[in-house]
């Protein structure tokens, strides 16, 4: 559910706006207007939120991970075949065992071919250190690159971008045609 949500409100969005343009509804148009400053804002604040846990995350404690069960899938794209790394982490906090999703961290694109996915599997195998930080309150809260990310503070410019733009339009200070 929690990875619905957004591609729920993409889709209510995209209808707002598309009955919106349309109708020319004043009514309609606001609402459409409101919705993409509410996903911006959510946008904004899950990203704030991430963001936050990755600094912190700078700070927890550390436990050496293990990979397991990686496999290539493919996945076509565009009718385009794509490949991509399915795999588990698993690491150790004081004897209780944990698993992650490898994905929840890795965010990484599609691999060409299946080479390219197993040469990075090997990439991520072949690290030496294989440290995960985890947070100490909930071992279970875990990640790979402590630090803030590139794709955080992006997804927090957008969002206050999609906000901005929408307040904006709502009082008219943007007029669109």
Do not use: H
């Amino acid at each position: 559910m929690k990875k619905l949500l957004p591609l729920l409100s993409i889709f209510i969005l995209f209808i707002f706006g598309f009955v919106a343009l349309t109708t020319k509804i004043p009514v309609i148009v606001d609402i459409a207007w409101i919705a993409l400053a509410l996903f911006g804002a959510y946008m904004s604040l899950s990203s704030v939120i991430y963001s936050v846990k990755c600094y912190k995350s700078k700070f927890w404690p550390q436990s050496l991970y293990v990979l397991r069960d990686e496999e290539v899938r493919d996945r076509s794209i565009d009718k385009k075949k794509k490949d991509y790394v399915m795999a588990n982490i698993e690491y150790e906090v004081e004897g209780k065992k944990y698993i992650k999703d490898l994905r929840d961290d890795y965010n990484e694109s599609f691999f060409d071919n299946p080479d390219e996915a197993i040469k990075y599997i090997k990439n991520i195998q072949s690290n030496p250190y294989k440290t995960i930080y985890f947070n100490p309150e909930n071992p279970e809260d875990s990640i790979l690159k402590p630090g803030m990310n590139v794709r955080s503070i992006l997804a927090i410019l957008v969002g206050f971008g999609l906000v901005y733009i929408a307040i904006a339009s709502l009082f008219g200070a943007i007029k669109w045609a």
